[in-house]
């Protein structure tokens, strides 16, 4: 192996979520510098296209000639396959997920179909396109309160609760914002869980107890409007039955290297998956860093590993 592998942090990007990806991305630039790595931050501005903000990185990585991608990108173009399928393109190593497990992350719709494929737990649910005017109806939940989120975007953009009818439709209009298709779920009462998976080994549970009605973008990123319990407070035996359906949930998808799992523990102490993260937030004080710290794994390691992972993963030649 190299003595020093010249690393590429990709952070930024046109997406909603630029701002909270370059703070995943400084923290990993700097991280893998205090390890003595040669790590060279790409900031991608946010007002491009996806065609140039493909051909931007590309003529980035070609002037730093990068060994290994880190890629700390969050939302569209980052999470949903298409830089991951442009470092593939490259024949570049990268940190996460393939372009087909990242676009199922993002794919609300095709990762449920995926988790139930693996007999995991999922809220009752169904796809509305809004194209189709007011041709749709609600068949698959049952009742009030539902949930109404956007199928393809991350940080619980567009995320509305609905506890009565007349709550439908502005619900409907913020989720589309974010697209066409529509995601409707009942809504699952219980404890918020999240458990990270390093390589494939899943990582101690973490409870969220947001001070919002559920985990929303303010709860996530507004200091203190979150209380995370780190590792979460639970029964030996329960706590392992959720970590093995964020395993599950991770292997379902086809996920590599890391990702976290969002999950409700019912009312019965079953585990309900919601979706699966592919890049979840890289801050030091994220939660999946959080919950390696629980098992001694400190950031500066994490990230240093993330990148050993990628480099002994050899680039795609097709």
């Known amino acids: 192996m190299k003595d020093s592998l010249r690393i590429a942090v990709l952070m930024g990007g046109p997406s909603e979520e630029h701002g909270i990806s370059l703070k995943s991305g400084q923290g990993v630039a700097a991280a893998l510098r205090r390890r003595r790595w040669i790590a060279e931050p790409v900031v991608i501005p946010q007002d491009l296209s996806v065609q140039d903000a493909c051909g931007f990185v590309e003529r980035a990585l070609h002037q730093l000639d990068a060994d290994v991608v880190f890629i700390a ?6 999470e949903d396959g ?9 024949h570049l190593a990268y940190t996460g997920s ?7 992350g993002m794919d609300k719709e095709a990762s449920r179909r995926r988790f139930q494929a693996a007999g995991l737990k999922v809220p009752d649910w169904q796809v509305v396109d809004l194209r189709q005017g007011s041709a749709w109806a609600i ?3 049952r009742a009030y309160p539902l949930v109404v989120k956007p199928t393809n975007q991350g940080s619980s953009l567009g995320v509305s609760i609905v506890r ?9 209009v913020a989720a589309g914002r974010y697209g066409d298709r529509v995601l409707i779920e009942e809504f699952v009462a219980g404890r ?3 458990v990270g998976v390093l390589g ?3 990582l101690p549970v973490v409870e969220i107890r947001p001070s919002q009605p559920f985990f929303n973008y303010a709860a996530k990123y507004t200091m203190g409007a979150t209380e995370y319990v780190v590792p979460a407070v639970l029964p030996p035996a329960t706590a392992q039955m959720a970590q093995a359906a964020g395993l599950a949930a ?9 990702s976290r799992t969002d999950m409700i523990l019912n009312r019965d102490d079953v585990p309900v998956i919601l979706e699966v993260n592919t890049i979840p937030g890289f801050t030091p004080t994220s939660l999946l860093p959080k919950a390696a710290a629980c098992i001694e794994i400190s950031y500066e390691e994490l990230c240093e590993r993330l990148v050993m992972m990628a480099w002994q993963v050899p680039a795609p030649l097709t």
Do not use: K, N, Y
Not at 82 to 90: A, F, G, P, S, V
Not at 98 to 104: M, N, Y
Not at 252 to 258: E, K, T, V
């Open 98 to 104: 393939d372009a087909l497990a990242s676009r199922l």
């Open 73 to 78: 990108l969050h939302g569209a173009f980052g």
């Open 164 to 172: 009565r009818e007349e709550e439908l439709e502005p619900a409907m």
């Open 250 to 258: 991770h292997q379902a998808l086809g996920c590599r290297h890391l």
């Open 139 to 141: 068949t698959a939940v």
């Open 200 to 202: 494939e080994e899943p």
């Open 82 to 90: 298409t830089i991951q399928r442009l470092c593939e393109d490259l």
């Open 192 to 194: 918020e869980l999240t």
